[in-house]
């Protein structure tokens, strides 16, 4: 079978800023734009979902008025070629929840959370992305064997335009951002 015949047409081409900012949010979700050309990421399961959504609560409770956490947008990290990454959680200003797209400048953090077939991109290439665009906190969830994530955090060093490890936690995080966190992850 050919690729065309499974895929449309656009996922094969080069887009644009524009284009992109055109499609509707249906033909936006799920996937994320990684210098112009359309990846398309696998369902997440249950469980990764859940991890997300735990942390996104207990971050939104922890911000207060000043930040947002939230689930399941774009982060426009360069506009040429287009760059739009879909973190899980993203942390951001809370004055520009109607500015679209989210640039880096609005996020002061981002999680991702590693599933099988996305350990390459989330341990190694969106790393590289997020410093570059200059996000100043990044953690990584592993989905340990035993049941609790192990959440490793990550700290933001503008001169090397990369991330230098912070701490790392077994299943409950409680540690600033600037503001305080305090969530069980074991609750799974």
């Known amino acids: 079978m050919a690729v065309d015949m499974v895929a449309p047409a656009w996922m094969h081409t080069q887009i644009t800023a524009e284009q992109y900012d055109s499609w509707t949010a249906e ?8 210098d112009g050309i359309v990846a ?34 774009d982060v426009r990290l360069q ?5 739009n990454r ?16 989210t640039r880096p400048e609005h996020v002061l953090l981002v999680v991702e959370v590693v599933s099988p ?13 997020y410093a570059k665009a200059g996000i100043g906190f990044y953690w990584r969830i592993e989905q340990a064997a035993t049941g609790l994530p192990i959440v490793y955090t990550y700290v933001l060093d503008p001169a090397s335009q ?5 701490e790392v936690f077994a299943g409950e995080v409680k540690t ?13």
Do not use: M
């Open 27 to 34: 033909q936006c979700a799920g996937i994320e734009i990684v």
């Open 40 to 73: 398309v990421a696998p369902s997440a399961s249950k469980r990764h979902n859940r991890i997300a959504r735990l942390l996104a609560n207990a971050l939104d409770q922890a911000a207060g008025p000043e930040w947002n956490a939230d689930t399941d947008f």
């Open 79 to 83: 506009d040429s070629p287009l760059t």
């Open 86 to 101: 879909r973190p899980d959680v993203v942390v951001y200003r809370a004055d520009t929840i109607d500015i679209s797209p």
């Open 117 to 129: 077939g996305s350990e390459t991109t989330d341990r190694i290439v969106k790393v590289d992305q």
């Open 162 to 166: 990369s991330y230098r490890d912070t």
């Open 176 to 188: 600033a951002v600037p503001f305080h966190v305090s969530v069980d992850l074991g609750v799974l």
